[in-house]
């Protein structure tokens, strides 16, 4: 089955130890998200690849950076995780920007804990 | 500024039918759509209306209504399984899907 896939679903991390979220999809689409979401909190956009086109959101913290190096994988890298940084992060994925009909397909999230 | 209200919390029982609302104020619109997250889970999408009615899809239906930036979704024949969040979101003229913030749907036997 096509799909959109995370790894680690769990990730234990030190403070100010760098870590590296993974995301891969088997779906083709050219748009890529990260969110993170917190506890009883909507999603909140870090940025997206639209096919190479990196997109940042202007309130994401210059901590976060992602790469794609090709369509089907994406990775979000935290270069100084914090304690506030704490969250499960979510990819998902969509065939074009403004196709909404068939909504975006989301992976099974990475929570991360920072100790 | 970007804001989608929705109630946080909505108790219902087993069996009956419950209606989760949610008003929009967006800069342009390209649609509502409607997700559902369990607890520990990923966001699943159910349902997206670009025009103004009723979509339905098996138990769950959609409405919206442009011109009073309002929409819903409609849950019948609740089951134990319903219980999870369900969050609104409307894609704006920049194509940023806008959040709501979530309601959490409470199901009572």
């Known amino acids: 089955d096509a799909m959109v896939i995370q790894n680690p679903r769990y990730q234990v991390t030190q403070f100010g130890k760098p870590v590296t979220l993974s995301c891969s999809q088997t779906?083709?689409?050219?748009?890529m998200y990260w969110y993170q979401q917190k506890s009883s909190q909507a999603p909140k956009l870090l940025f997206h690849?639209?096919?190479?086109?990196?997109?940042n959101e202007a309130d994401t913290p210059d901590n976060f950076q992602s790469r794609r190096p090709n369509t089907s994988f994406c990775f979000l890298d935290i270069r100084s995780p914090g304690l506030g940084d704490a969250a499960m992060y979510l990819c998902?994925?969509?065939?074009?920007?403004?196709?909404?009909?068939?909504?975006?397909?989301f992976g099974s999230g990475t929570r991360l804990t920072v100790v | 500024g970007q804001s989608l209200e929705q109630p946080s919390e909505v108790t219902a029982v087993e069996g009956a039918i419950v209606q989760i609302n949610c008003t929009y104020q967006?800069?342009?619109?390209?649609?509502l759509s409607w997700y559902q997250q369990h607890d520990g889970g990923a966001p699943t999408f159910l349902s997206y209306?670009?025009l103004d009615g009723l979509e339905e899809t098996g138990r769950f239906s959609s409405f919206l209504s442009r011109s009073d930036s309002y929409g819903y979704l409609l849950l019948q024949e609740l089951q134990m399984k319903d219980s999870a969040s369900y969050f609104c979101?409307?894609?704006?003229?920049?194509?940023?899907?806008?959040w709501g913030a979530g309601t959490k749907l409470i199901i009572k036997p």
């Open positions: 998902a994925t969509t065939w074009d920007r403004g196709s909404l009909g068939d909504g975006y397909t």
């Open positions: 779906l083709n689409h050219n748009v």
């Open positions: 690849y639209y096919d190479k086109d990196f997109n």
């Open positions: 967006t800069s342009g619109f390209y649609g």
């Open positions: 209306n670009a």
């Open positions: 979101a409307v894609m704006d003229s920049n194509y940023q899907l806008i």
